[in-house]
């Protein structure tokens, strides 16, 4: 994808708050948004016309409402921090990569690395994530409706990522503190992680989760734990076959 | 009288020589490979293979101390609304809070400030001791992300997409338990006491077409201000560089072997990547091939320890350097006073390395509070201030001598090789010669 000339960027203000991407660049989108105060009244945001555009309302720092009519591409919502945004489609890569709090709802599919490294607020995909969901995050909770793939929570070191399907192989490789809870099959564990006891205080904090990801219909106690042996934490030769 | 063969001197293998003995004794005891700070330590070809050609007939040489010799450069001028502009061409590389004391980057920010250049955050993301003392910040983009968030990326004021380093391109980190104090453990997000694996590669990237895209993507976020670095650890310059001016980077950042680190395995720091010297050309060519060697800037870094090695990476085309373990030897690692100390750890003073063990005398590169206490951040930031201004005035006094009013008009033609090695590295003719080993091709 090629770089967007900032001189070619329109220097106008805008009272609207609907932002047609065929007609208006992604900069234009990006500024407004930027240019957000606390107490703002643009407080509802509508993006048309993605298209799969990258970096799609990255960088928002105001708890304004964001509905995205269409699919995006990498890094939606990237690095959010109290904005709730909707993706009535589906999402690319990163999708809410770096996320500080807020929220990002995903109706369709979301690619690769989902809430990578997400610090905290509530990613949602209302469909499958593909690999890497969670990967590395520390302290984002994530529900997943569907199914995730490969090597989901690689390396996650705090929040919780909740999946109603099934996950792929090699499931909370190098865990830390980070919860998982599967309600289907899970292909494989990585090294360290392990199936867990769901205590009350997780079935109540599953509950909270599925509640606040608009899940219905389904129970805390159908879901299994998985979280970190702990036996990684302080590096020993004796545990060499593990890495 | 009966006749005595003369002995046999005991001749010791110069394949298994005293310190590879050592390592062998010690794997065998502990099952567990060394782990250290620092950069390579083996001799490698370097900037001392190089000599500068001064003025005489052919060239007309300009008073030292009379006639004005620039230093200044700015940085990031390709993309961004506000490129930096530094006043000497030597920045401070990036070590992370954790690794480092907080006065210790208090220092070093003092220190950058008082000299008109800048500091570099690290694995641990931003302190307010950093943020506070440093007039130009630049904000690392590391795999691990430990503290990464958007308020302290629009705080600093050039972000460095970190892919690898000098020491250990292609590999993650290992921070003992011992210095993950409260603080540091609040900061990368993880349970205090345990060893902290960083990542080795980008969680949410895999390659040059995703680069490109984060690239944007942290352009949009920050309003496309700030300048993009691209560091990388010196394996393959050419193909990296141009790499990183295709995703879009205005800066690239290339850390030759004798690049500082954290912790990591000595075999690594010994056996992966290139010498800094060999590193600079194919960079620049790659830059040249592209038509954009002083569009997008090259900092060169790994081994940077006085005037006349910046002069001769200016010389071989990079833009500025950038210098890590100097800058802490000049805040006061290392340092002689701490003999006694040093022997207690079983080392002494010119060879401490073991950083990542968190007992360092000097109160540098610990998170122990008596340590730290040792370090006062503002002598030490004086120290390192004193120490850029020594390297810098020993980059004009070259320079000036090369007949240049500024240090980025010193050329590879300024330059000549002492071993045919460095000559085939830096591109530069064998001295006495108009040999140019391995001219054609790398």
């Known amino acids: ?243 | 009288m009966t006749y005595r063969n003369p002995p046999t001197t005991p001749r010791k293998s110069a394949t298994f020589d005293d310190y590879t003995l050592s390592e062998i004794r010690r794997a065998a005891a502990t099952g567990i490979y060394d782990i250290r700070g620092a950069g390579a330590k083996r001799k490698l070809p370097h900037f001392d293979d190089l000599l500068v050609l001064g003025a005489s007939i052919s060239r007309y040489p300009l008073e030292g101390y009379r006639e004005r010799c620039d230093t200044g450069v700015v940085l990031g001028s390709r993309h961004a609304k506000k490129p930096i502009e530094l006043k000497i061409p030597i920045t401070i590389a990036g070590m992370s809070f954790g690794s480092l004391s907080g006065p210790a980057k208090e220092a070093l920010g003092r220190g950058a400030t008082l000299s008109g250049t800048s500091t570099t955050t690290g694995d641990g993301g931003m302190t307010e001791e950093e943020r506070g003392h440093s007039k130009t910040l630049v904000y690392q983009y590391l795999p691990s992300r430990y503290g990464m968030n958007p308020r302290d990326l629009r705080r600093a004021d050039a972000i460095e997409i970190v892919i690898g380093q000098g020491a250990k391109p292609g590999g993650g980190g290992m921070l003992l338990g011992q210095k993950i104090s409260d603080r540091v453990a609040e900061m990368r997000t993880l349970p205090k006491g345990i060893d902290q694996r960083s990542a080795s590669r980008h969680p949410d990237w895999t390659g040059p077409d995703d680069l490109e895209i984060k690239i944007l993507e942290l352009r949009e976020i920050t309003d496309w201000e700030k300048p993009i670095y691209v560091k990388v650890g010196g394996a393959r310059p050419y193909y990296d560089t141009a790499l990183a001016v295709k995703s879009g980077a205005d800066v690239v950042v290339i850390d030759g072997m004798q690049g500082g680190t954290a912790a990591t395995q000595e075999v690594f720091i010994e056996n992966v990547g290139q010498p800094t010297l060999a590193c600079i050309r194919p960079a620049v060519q790659a830059l040249q091939d592209l038509g954009m060697h002083r569009k997008v800037q090259l900092i060169i870094s790994g081994g940077i320890r006085n005037g006349a090695d910046v002069a001769k990476a200016l010389a071989l085309g990079v833009d500025a350097v950038s210098i890590g373990t100097a800058a802490l030897v000049a805040l006061g690692d290392n340092d002689p006073r701490w003999e006694a100390e040093y022997n207690e750890l079983g080392t002494t003073a010119g060879a401490y390395d073991d950083w990542h063990e968190g007992r360092d005398p000097a109160g540098i590169t610990t998170q122990d509070p008596e340590l730290m206490e040792r370090l006062d951040p503002i002598a030490a930031g004086r120290r390192l201030a004193n120490y850029l201004k020594v390297m810098t005035l020993e980059a004009q006094t070259i320079a000036r001598a090369c007949g240049k009013n500024s240090l980025h008009n010193l050329e590879p033609e300024d330059l000549v090789a002492l071993t045919i090695e460095a000559a085939a590295m830096a591109g530069v003719p064998l001295a006495g010669t108009n040999w140019i080993p391995g001219k054609n091709g790398f």
């Not at chain 1, 606390?38 to 720092?61: C, F, I, Q, R, Y």
């Not at chain 1, 690319?92 to 989902?114: C, F, H, L, R, W």
């Not at chain 1, 192989?169 to 809870?181: K, P, T, V």
Request: hydrophobic share 40%; glycine share 14%.
């Open chain 1, 1 to 243: 994808m090629s770089a967007i000339n900032v001189s070619k960027v329109l220097d106008q203000s805008h009272a609207s708050r609907v932002f047609d991407l065929a007609e208006m660049p992604l900069r234009e989108l990006n500024r407004a948004l930027h240019n957000l105060t606390l107490g703002s009244n643009e407080t509802a945001w509508e993006v048309l016309n993605p298209k799969g555009s990258h970096s799609v309302a990255v960088g928002v720092d105001q708890p304004v409402t964001i509905d995205v009519r269409g699919s995006v591409g990498y890094y939606c919502g990237g690095m959010n921090d109290g904005s709730a945004i909707t993706v009535h489609g589906s999402a690319g890569p990163g999708v809410g990569e770096n996320m500080m709090s807020g929220s990002i709802t995903v109706k369709g599919d979301a690619s690769q690395y989902a809430g990578a490294t997400g610090r905290g607020g509530l990613l949602v995909i209302e469909g499958n994530a593909s690999s890497r969901c969670g990967i590395s995050m520390k302290g984002i909770d994530i529900v997943v409706h569907g199914n995730i793939g490969h090597m989901s929570a690689f390396m996650a070191q705090s929040g919780n990522l909740v999946v109603l399907g099934d996950a792929g192989d090699a499931l909370g490789d190098s865990i830390y503190e980070a919860r998982l809870f599967v309600r289907g099959k899970v292909g494989s564990l990585g090294a360290d992680c392990i199936a867990k006891e769901m205590r009350s205080e997780h079935l109540e904090l599953l509950q909270g989760l599925l509640d606040r990801a608009g899940v219905t219909g389904v129970k805390a106690a159908e879901f299994t734990r998985y979280g970190s042996a702990r036996t990684l934490y302080n590096f020993n030769i004796d545990n060499a076959d593990a890495y």
